[in-house]
């Protein structure tokens, strides 16, 4: 409910008057002469010159203080963008606030209801506001919210006397999510105002904004409520009044109100606690006034949540000072021991990294049972899915220990880079994603060095979304958007992998002291602040060129313009001279089409290295690429020796060769590092998925695993297969591919057996988990006989239900997958009554996959029915995980297709489109199609919902053109990959 949404009635003649000029009415008016109207116009159009030449010259420009300068920085940016006379004028191209007044204080009491038949907020907000540009409104953003109209008032600020401004009307606009006050007069510039508004909110269950959420105390049943936050990107105003825009930086001094056996949280230390008098047994948390901030870093938490003081050891700030907690439900509280350990350590690495002390006193990490998100950044109060936060070593996986760390790095990363210092605008939302994703590894690598994080960066994001970017439906890293829609797509893999893979890039051909050093820079100068991409790039370069790490003809914005602002990536091909031993070096765009010709050039950092003289740990370029699209290479080996370019893959680009080349690399395969045959393996078959390299020369270098037994080789290869596994799962060819991958497993398959060992790396583990993966889905005789009978085990033996008995954590996957995917109704129950009954988040997800298994269609269309209903068991937070699972399954793949067509209206009602739910089940439902007549099902199903795409646009566009190339590979490349396959067998007696 957004209050009153519609816009006041008017008299006709008012409401041509306001078509002529573009505006909306308010309710009163009044009739004057033409000539009058032109006087009044000529005099208001001067007067606007007039006021802008003094705020130019009026408002302070600089300040002593850091904190002070922000408003001013904020100020002398914001008159850069065209003042709109009428903010609250509906638009459906954008729904930017102007800039005419500016937030520099909220003070916020929320009353938030908790309870079955209530869960509404009555609210108070009281901003103080800097007037820039003389307007007779203050317009702000609200969604959800109902204003007490009767209650706003504006007060002028004086040192002496108050002076009230009456307010004369309340216009809504539902696009733009705003409230504007109409004012009898006009706001002078330079001047401080108190808007004050009195508001009744919704604890939602939506996930977004303030929402509620619950759990069942497993010692009674009885079912506990809770209410959090969640505001990135634009939800703060479901909660209260704001200018809910990241430019628009504050303080925020917060009260909760809660019943007294409930506590709070908020993102700075509880100030004081007091009675309640108006409701007996409530209570009052008065919070300590915050540092300037947006609004989408506020968060609140009332719950009945119990906390962990972690071990604090080395950090710049004092124990006595500062605290560092973590928060879960009661019984889950133990699952949080490994997050305190590692939070602290990692803090403290960032603190050194950047030098630059964490700026609060105070840290808390909070694990919520529905989250949308896996977790987020609120300045001291980070919020989690539980999976992402709690780890239990006698049943989460190696893989779920890595997550829980990962993600608390790279949350921790953002309260420098997303809160400290805060893009202008959500275009530049990787300029905070990117830098916590690829920080992230950073502090990981620190707190876990035997892991490899730096190395499996390379598969877990660089080669990720190079796939994805390879579609023309990608979209730029820094990319134009305006409507809340916009915002909510872009929170994608190119935001967070490219965006994190260029900043590796940029950390290489820059070098780590130089990238280090112009990082704290940038952060210095904009602490508090805001900033744009342009912002980082100058101190970077300053810090480059001061150096010597960048040639003075080069800027950092020259050579990474290219990579931000424009889509995609380049493929560099390498064509050898043998005779005079160079090399043609060319670039283009590498597009999952390869007919699509376009003129995009890159600045490309270019490593390589020889057979002759091999290193692969350089890491600053040997030449550039400098946007163009070709130059020479001289003084490369003989026509016996291979050449490697891009080494480590530190580039965002793929590498092409001539045929000789490939065939000295694959006689020499082995003898490579395992992040280059990872490299070669990815980029082989991902060029021959393309039509640029023929198949034969691609399988011929994946054949060369049947030696391998590392863990990043066999993930790139595996990651790489997954398209010929689905292309080929519906065609004759398929029996050849089973029988050909296992024949590849066999060796690395003995070397890891099923059972974890005494001394296996986390890599081992890692690589078992994906092995066995593979080798029970391609039915490996041993791996299928393991699984059912353990789970068989499982199912018989008297065990506490928090118990696995045979199964140890990592073979959970595999063993719950398979044993459902051959068996029964009853074994699909089993792990359905675990599901119920697990305390486990990781857990939970790991059955709520493995549920999607079954080869029953009865099953899963009953199991796809279940994702709309708040009774079935399945929380909202999980519903894409389900639909997914289902969906990659190739007996549920049509299943899941028909269920998304048929319940398209209630998928959107039930999620709505805060989070990525439905475009993920979008995007997995082009996994398996490739014939002409499911493109022309998918193309129908977009038509006909075309009017209500909403978030999932982006979404429909990049399925439909992976349909489109799979369709495509179908003709091209089958009959290619049929006949390797066929030789391949023959050949080798499989």
């Given at each position: 409910?957004?209050?009153?949404?519609?816009?006041?009635?008017?008299?006709?003649?008012?409401?041509?008057?306001?078509?002529?000029?573009?505006?909306?009415?308010?309710?009163?008016?009044?009739?004057?002469?033409?000539?009058?109207?032109?006087?009044?116009?000529?005099?208001?159009?001067?007067?606007?010159?007039?006021?802008?030449?003094?705020?130019?010259?009026?408002?302070?420009?600089?300040?002593?203080?850091?904190?002070?300068?922000?408003?001013?920085?904020?100020?002398?940016?914001?008159?850069?963008?065209?003042?709109?006379?009428?903010?609250?004028?509906?638009?459906?191209?954008?729904?930017?606030?102007?800039?005419?007044?500016?937030?520099?204080?909220?003070?916020?009491?929320?009353?938030?209801?908790?309870?079955?038949?209530?869960?509404?907020?009555?609210?108070?907000?009281?901003?103080?506001?800097?007037?820039?540009?003389?307007?007779?409104?203050?317009?702000?953003?609200?969604?959800?919210?109902?204003?007490?109209?009767?209650?706003?008032?504006?007060?002028?600020?004086?040192?002496?006397?108050?002076?009230?401004?009456?307010?004369?009307?309340?216009?809504?606009?539902?696009?733009?999510?705003?409230?504007?006050?109409?004012?009898?007069?006009?706001?002078?510039?330079?001047?401080?105002?108190?808007?004050?508004?009195?508001?009744?909110?919704?604890?939602?269950?939506?996930?977004?904004?303030?929402?509620?959420?619950?759990?069942?105390?497993?010692?009674?049943?009885?079912?506990?409520?809770?209410?959090?936050?969640?505001?990135?990107?634009?939800?703060?105003?479901?909660?209260?009044?704001?200018?809910?825009?990241?430019?628009?930086?504050?303080?925020?001094?917060?009260?909760?109100?809660?019943?007294?056996?409930?506590?709070?949280?908020?993102?700075?230390?509880?100030?004081?606690?007091?009675?309640?008098?108006?409701?007996?047994?409530?209570?009052?948390?008065?919070?300590?006034?915050?540092?300037?901030m947006s609004t989408y870093l506020v968060a609140f938490i009332i719950s009945d949540l119990h906390s962990l003081d972690a071990t604090m050891t080395n950090l710049s700030i004092s124990e006595d000072s500062f605290r560092f907690t973590v928060w879960a439900r009661e019984f889950a509280l133990p699952q949080t021991s490994y997050a305190a350990?590692?939070?602290?350590?990692?803090?403290?690495?960032?603190?050194?990294?950047?030098?630059?002390?964490?700026?609060?006193?105070?840290?808390?990490?909070?694990?919520?049972?529905?989250?949308?998100?896996?977790?987020?950044?609120?300045?001291?109060?980070?919020?989690?899915?539980?999976?992402?936060?709690?780890?239990?070593?006698?049943?989460?996986?190696?893989?779920?220990?890595?997550?829980?760390?990962?993600?608390?790095?790279?949350?921790?990363?953002?309260?420098?880079?997303?809160?400290?210092?805060?893009?202008?605008?959500?275009?530049?939302?990787?300029?905070?994603?990117?830098?916590?994703?690829?920080?992230?590894?950073?502090?990981?690598?620190?707190?876990?060095?035997?892991?490899?994080?730096?190395?499996?960066?390379?598969?877990?994001?660089?080669?990720?979304?190079?796939?994805?970017?390879?579609?023309?439906?990608?979209?730029?890293?820094?990319?134009?958007?305006?409507?809340?829609?916009?915002?909510?797509?872009?929170?994608?893999?190119?935001?967070?992998?490219?965006?994190?893979?260029?900043?590796?890039?940029?950390?290489?051909?820059?070098?780590?002291?130089?990238?280090?050093?112009?990082?704290?820079?940038?952060?210095?100068?904009?602490?508090?602040?805001?900033?744009?991409?342009?912002?980082?790039?100058?101190?970077?370069?300053?810090?480059?060129?001061?150096?010597?790490?960048?040639?003075?003809?080069?800027?950092?914005?020259?050579?990474?313009?290219?990579?931000?602002?424009?889509?995609?990536?380049?493929?560099?091909?390498?064509?050898?001279?043998?005779?005079?031993?160079?090399?043609?070096?060319?670039?283009?765009?590498?597009?999952?089409?390869?007919?699509?010709?376009?003129?995009?050039?890159?600045?490309?950092?270019?490593?390589?290295?020889?057979?002759?003289?091999?290193?692969?740990?350089?890491?600053?370029?040997?030449?550039?690429?400098?946007?163009?699209?070709?130059?020479?290479?001289?003084?490369?080996?003989?026509?016996?020796?291979?050449?490697?370019?891009?080494?480590?893959?530190?580039?965002?680009?793929?590498?092409?060769?001539?045929?000789?080349?490939?065939?000295?690399?694959?006689?020499?395969?082995?003898?490579?590092?395992?992040?280059?045959?990872?490299?070669?393996?990815?980029?082989?078959?991902?060029?021959?998925?393309?039509?640029?390299?023929?198949?034969?020369?691609?399988?011929?270098?994946?054949?060369?695993?049947?030696?391998?037994?590392?863990?990043?080789?066999?993930?790139?290869?595996?990651?790489?297969?997954?398209?010929?596994?689905?292309?080929?799962?519906?065609?004759?060819?398929?029996?050849?591919?089973?029988?050909?991958?296992?024949?590849?497993?066999?060796?690395?398959?003995?070397?890891?057996?099923?059972?974890?060992?005494?001394?296996?790396?986390?890599?081992?583990?890692?690589?078992?988990?994906?092995?066995?993966?593979?080798?029970?889905?391609?039915?490996?005789?041993?791996?299928?006989?393991?699984?059912?009978?353990?789970?068989?085990?499982?199912?018989?033996?008297?065990?506490?239900?928090?118990?696995?008995?045979?199964?140890?954590?990592?073979?959970?996957?595999?063993?719950?997958?398979?044993?459902?995917?051959?068996?029964?109704?009853?074994?699909?129950?089993?792990?359905?009554?675990?599901?119920?009954?697990?305390?486990?988040?990781?857990?939970?997800?790991?059955?709520?996959?493995?549920?999607?298994?079954?080869?029953?269609?009865?099953?899963?269309?009953?199991?796809?029915?279940?994702?709309?209903?708040?009774?079935?068991?399945?929380?909202?937070?999980?519903?894409?995980?389900?639909?997914?699972?289902?969906?990659?399954?190739?007996?549920?793949?049509?299943?899941?297709?028909?269920?998304?067509?048929?319940?398209?209206?209630?998928?959107?009602?039930?999620?709505?489109?805060?989070?990525?739910?439905?475009?993920?089940?979008?995007?997995?439902?082009?996994?398996?199609?490739?014939?002409?007549?499911?493109?022309?099902?998918?193309?129908?199903?977009?038509?006909?919902?075309?009017?209500?795409?909403?978030?999932?646009?982006?979404?429909?566009?990049?399925?439909?053109?992976?349909?489109?190339?799979?369709?495509?590979?179908?003709?091209?490349?089958?009959?290619?990959?049929?006949?390797?396959?066929?030789?391949?067998?023959?050949?080798?007696?499989?």
């Amino acid at each position: 409910m957004n209050g009153r949404s519609e816009i006041p009635a008017t008299t006709d003649l008012q409401a041509a008057n306001c078509i002529d000029y573009g505006k909306q009415c308010s309710r009163k008016g009044y009739f004057i002469s033409r000539k009058a109207a032109v006087l009044i116009a000529v005099v208001y159009i001067c007067s606007l010159v007039l006021t802008g030449l003094l705020v130019f010259y009026c408002v302070p420009r600089s300040s002593s203080s850091k904190l002070q300068a922000s408003d001013t920085n904020l100020a002398r940016t914001f008159r850069m963008r065209p003042q709109v006379t009428l903010p609250y004028q509906k638009t459906h191209s954008s729904n930017r606030l102007t800039t005419h007044t500016i937030p520099t204080h909220y003070r916020i009491q929320l009353v938030p209801f908790i309870m079955e038949d209530n869960f509404t907020t009555s609210g108070e907000v009281w901003i103080t506001l800097k007037c820039l540009e003389a307007a007779d409104n203050i317009t702000l953003n609200i969604n959800d919210i109902e204003v007490q109209e009767s209650s706003v008032k504006v007060t002028q600020l004086h040192p002496k006397k108050d002076l009230s401004i009456q307010v004369v009307d309340h216009v809504y606009n539902t696009d733009a999510q705003t409230y504007s006050s109409i004012l009898d007069q006009q706001l002078m510039p330079g001047g401080q105002y108190e808007l004050y508004i009195k508001f009744m909110g919704h604890i939602n269950d939506h996930l977004q904004g303030f929402y509620r959420s619950s759990y069942f105390d497993p010692e009674t049943g009885q079912k506990r409520w809770l209410a959090s936050t969640q505001f990135s990107p634009t939800d703060a105003r479901r909660a209260f009044p704001c200018f809910d825009e990241p430019a628009f930086k504050a303080r925020f001094t917060v009260s909760l109100a809660r019943s007294a056996n409930l506590s709070s949280l908020s993102n700075m230390p509880l100030n004081f606690t007091e009675p309640m008098s108006e409701i007996p047994g409530w209570e009052w948390d008065h919070y300590n006034e915050t540092v300037p901030m947006s609004t989408y870093l506020v968060a609140f938490i009332i719950s009945d949540l119990h906390s962990l003081d972690a071990t604090m050891t080395n950090l710049s700030i004092s124990e006595d000072s500062f605290r560092f907690t973590v928060w879960a439900r009661e019984f889950a509280l133990p699952q949080t021991s490994y997050a305190a350990r590692i939070g602290p350590r990692i803090l403290h690495y960032l603190e050194t990294y950047f030098n630059i002390p964490f700026p609060l006193p105070k840290q808390d990490m909070v694990a919520l049972p529905d989250f949308g998100f896996s977790a987020m950044e609120n300045w001291g109060l980070i919020t989690f899915r539980e999976s992402a936060l709690l780890y239990d070593a006698n049943i989460s996986t190696e893989v779920n220990k890595e997550r829980v760390a990962e993600v608390v790095s790279h949350e921790l990363a953002h309260q420098w880079f997303g809160n400290l210092v805060t893009p202008w605008w959500w275009n530049d939302l990787w300029l905070k994603e990117g830098f916590a994703t690829f920080i992230g590894y950073q502090g990981l690598h620190h707190v876990e060095p035997s892991w490899r994080n730096k190395d499996q960066f390379i598969r877990d994001h660089l080669q990720e979304v190079l796939m994805l970017d390879a579609l023309e439906s990608s979209h730029p890293i820094s990319v134009p958007v305006q409507h809340t829609d916009q915002i909510r797509e872009i929170f994608d893999r190119v935001s967070y992998c490219k965006g994190a893979s260029v900043i590796r890039m940029m950390n290489h051909f820059l070098g780590e002291e130089t990238f280090k050093r112009g990082l704290t820079n940038y952060l210095e100068v904009h602490k508090f602040s805001n900033a744009r991409q342009d912002d980082l790039w100058q101190q970077l370069t300053l810090q480059a060129h001061q150096d010597g790490s960048l040639p003075l003809h080069m800027t950092v914005k020259e050579i990474m313009d290219t990579w931000t602002l424009q889509t995609g990536y380049p493929v560099v091909t390498v064509t050898r001279n043998y005779l005079n031993v160079s090399a043609y070096i060319s670039q283009e765009r590498f597009l999952l089409s390869s007919n699509t010709i376009t003129n995009a050039t890159w600045w490309v950092p270019l490593t390589f290295t020889t057979q002759e003289a091999p290193d692969f740990n350089m890491t600053q370029p040997q030449l550039w690429l400098e946007n163009v699209q070709s130059t020479v290479v001289e003084g490369l080996p003989g026509n016996t020796s291979w050449v490697l370019f891009n080494v480590h893959e530190t580039g965002f680009y793929r590498v092409n060769y001539d045929h000789a080349n490939w065939r000295l690399l694959i006689s020499s395969f082995q003898q490579l590092p395992d992040v280059t045959r990872a490299q070669l393996l990815d980029d082989s078959l991902n060029l021959a998925l393309s039509g640029r390299l023929e198949y034969r020369i691609a399988m011929d270098l994946t054949s060369q695993l049947i030696t391998d037994v590392e863990y990043l080789p066999w993930s790139a290869a595996l990651t790489a297969l997954e398209h010929l596994d689905t292309m080929l799962a519906l065609t004759p060819a398929y029996g050849n591919f089973k029988h050909i991958v296992l024949a590849l497993l066999d060796k690395v398959y003995n070397s890891l057996q099923f059972e974890d060992r005494a001394l296996d790396s986390h890599l081992d583990l890692l690589n078992r988990a994906q092995v066995l993966s593979w080798a029970c889905r391609l039915d490996h005789e041993f791996c299928v006989w393991n699984a059912k009978n353990k789970y068989r085990r499982w199912m018989t033996q008297e065990l506490e239900e928090r118990e696995t008995g045979p199964i140890s954590p990592n073979q959970k996957e595999v063993v719950y997958c398979t044993a459902i995917k051959h068996g029964g109704a009853d074994v699909w129950n089993f792990a359905w009554k675990k599901y119920q009954l697990s305390n486990v988040g990781s857990d939970k997800e790991h059955l709520l996959e493995a549920l999607g298994c079954s080869r029953e269609p009865w099953i899963l269309n009953r199991y796809l029915s279940w994702i709309t209903s708040n009774s079935s068991g399945i929380r909202k937070q999980d519903g894409a995980r389900v639909f997914v699972t289902v969906a990659n399954n190739v007996v549920g793949h049509s299943l899941a297709f028909n269920f998304l067509r048929d319940n398209w209206d209630a998928l959107q009602s039930y999620y709505g489109v805060a989070f990525s739910s439905i475009s993920r089940m979008v995007s997995a439902i082009a996994t398996y199609m490739n014939t002409p007549l499911q493109l022309s099902q998918l193309e129908k199903l977009q038509d006909e919902n075309a009017d209500k795409l909403g978030t999932t646009t982006q979404s429909f566009k990049q399925a439909i053109e992976v349909v489109r190339a799979n369709v495509q590979w179908m003709a091209n490349s089958y009959n290619e990959v049929n006949d390797w396959l066929e030789s391949y067998s023959k050949s080798h007696y499989l």
